[in-house]
């Protein structure tokens, strides 16, 4: 049975239509395991996934996902960012290293436009892209980090750097409701503006139903926005066949990365995330889409100005650097 044909049958009758068949190729062992998954038929979905697996050795996504599978079947479901040490090693690692590299060149090229610069950074995180480029043109940093644990790690990088800056502990939507009162309104201009306003693979965690706001809010306090975000293609149905292969071949190289490492990140980063992708009892915590819906966003804000270039080509999506005025 082909995908389109399983696809067919999910579409009309659901997880208990395809139950009725007997399954035979790899791909729909895995695909029927992922519908499993998302039923919370946890079992059932281990068991296609080994006989997917040992159909085809060669697949990572295969292998990986039925040993992470039988962890679920002992342990239950974990969240993704519980294995602090698996997610540092592949934030730091495989083609993470370049995609950082990349985003904090396209910064520091931005920087050396300006004699004097004060950035509001959105979504910093530990500082990753941030502090490698720090220039001397930049008089001031803000930052608004959800995380007090990231947080922490970049003011101490700060700290050392020399570089004035404050801090918000909070979501950009908390922010900017609060009227920068959390800050000292002697530490930003008199109409609460920065010349560059910029968030590095932020942004998605913000609903699409709540960007157009942040985007007018961004047009309104910022002379200048620099957004870095995947180009992921607009999916129709959580299991379509063209959503489920994409998702399969991505994280097939992206597991590839890290073959090295005895399977650190993949049980304790990747594979989880990719499981989270079909499960239906998890709340979403992210939309990507494409770059272009990315641009008409802010051309609907107000911006007037938008060009956009490749960052880097990374294992999930190209990755693109949107420069907004």
């Known amino acids: 049975m082909t995908l389109l044909a399983l696809w067919d049958i999910v579409r009309t009758q659901g997880y208990a239509g395809v139950r009725e068949y007997t399954l035979t190729d790899a791909l729909d062992c895995f695909y029927v395991a992922l519908l499993a998954f998302g039923e919370g038929d946890i079992d059932r979905a281990a068991a296609l996934a080994h006989r997917a697996a040992s159909q085809d050795l060669n697949n990572r996504v295969y292998v990986q996902g039925a040993a992470y599978l039988d962890r679920v079947q002992r342990q239950g479901k974990a969240g993704v960012y519980v294995d602090g040490t698996a997610f540092a090693a592949f934030i730091r690692g495989g083609g993470n290293v370049g995609l950082y ?115 007018e809010w961004f047009k309104a306090h910022g002379q200048r926005l620099l957004i870095a975000e995947f180009d992921v293609p607009d999916f129709a149905d959580l299991y379509s066949p063209d959503r489920v292969c994409y998702i399969l071949d991505h994280y097939q190289n992206g597991l590839a990365e890290y073959d090295g490492d005895g399977g650190l990140v993949a049980q304790g980063f990747l594979i989880p995330v990719m499981f ?46 949107i420069d907004a005025r």
Do not use: C
Not at 183 to 196: E, K, P, R, S
């Open 276 to 321: 989270g992708y079909f499960d239906r009892t998890a709340d979403r915590t992210n939309w990507e889409g494409p770059i272009t819906a990315w641009v008409e966003g802010l051309r609907a804000a107000g911006f007037e100005s938008i060009t956009t270039h490749k960052l880097f080509a990374y294992f999930w999506a190209d990755a693109y650097m």
């Open 101 to 215: 590299a990349a985003a904090s060149r396209a910064l520091r090229t931005v920087y050396d436009d300006y004699t004097s610069l004060a950035v509001l950074d959105v979504g910093v995180g530990d500082g990753l892209a941030l502090l490698p480029a720090l220039a001397e043109s930049v008089s001031r940093v803000d930052l608004i980090e959800p995380s007090e644990v990231m947080l922490a790690k970049t003011t101490a990088a700060l700290d050392t750097h020399g570089v004035t800056y404050t801090a918000a502990n909070t979501t950009l939507q908390a922010f900017m409701a609060s009227n920068h009162d959390m800050w000292n309104h002697d530490t930003w201009d008199a109409h609460g503006t920065w010349d560059m306003i910029q968030a590095t693979w932020s942004l998605q965690s913000i609903h699409p139903s709540e960007r157009p706001a942040a985007f």
